[in-house]
Structure formats: C-alpha cells, structure tokens
C-alpha cells in the first residue's frame, strides 16, 4: 500500500520535536507514541486500533516511514510505566520523566492553541498509549 493511501501520523508539532521523534523511529528506538485523548475527541477522530496503519510524516508533511499499531489502550496518564516510557524513544529514564514532558507538552501553546484552552493534566488525564512497529520505511530522501 503507498503512503498516499494511508491517513497521516503527525508527531508533535514540525520542527526540532517531530524531526527527534522520525529519527527515532526510523532508528528503532521509538515503538510507541501517546496522544491526549482530549485531542481525538476534539478533532471529532475515532481513537486508533491495533491494526491501523499510518503514513508518519516528516516536517515537511513528506512521508518518511509507515507504521502499524500493535497495541492500543486509552488509560490514566499515571497508568504509563517504565517500559512504555523507554519504548517512546526519547530518552525518559523512567515513566516519571515520561510523564513531566507529557504534562508539559499537553499544557503547551500548540495544544491549548488547537483545544481553544488550557486541558487539565493530571494522573487521571486520559491518554491513547500506543505501540507500533515499522512496516516500511519511507521514501528516499534526497538532501
């Protein structure tokens, strides 16, 4: 299936965050990703099921890589463990750290932006914790 037949997977917003976020998928070092359950609800989207397939778009908004989710399950943010933290590839030492960047991010200007306010976060705040595996990488990208 093309990337073009498939809908887009945007990590956070372009720039440094998203470029970190592709790099490390392509790598292997991120198998999982989370999103604020708020957001999809927001959006009007239906939250992702193991199986779906998505086209993970660059800064860009070029493709660079295709991934199918493995497991999705929407839980507390105080629910997400060490093992999950690691798996999102950025580094968390453990589920604690995991959780003070995504409060930061989920509080930040482009959320609130996009939500039309502040959300509450918290340990009971409803995020979509996805795993996924990479089932193709994307096209050749020339410099």
Known sequence: MAHDDLPALELAFPGPERDRGVAAILRGEKTALTGLLEIYEH???AVPQAGARFA???SAARPA???ELTEVATVPMKEIDDAFAHAEGRGYADA????TAHEEFF???GVSAF???TPVIDGETLVVAQRFRV????EPQSG
């Not at 604690?96 to 959780?99: E, G, L």
């Not at 089932?135 to 994307?138: N, Q, R, T």
């Open 96 to 99: 604690a750290q995991w959780r």
């Open 43 to 45: 959006a009007g989207e």
């Open 65 to 67: 890589a295709t991934i």
């Open 135 to 138: 089932v193709e990488p994307g």
């Open 115 to 117: 939500l039309g306010r």
């Open 56 to 58: 993970v778009l660059d």
């Open 107 to 109: 509080r930040g200007a």
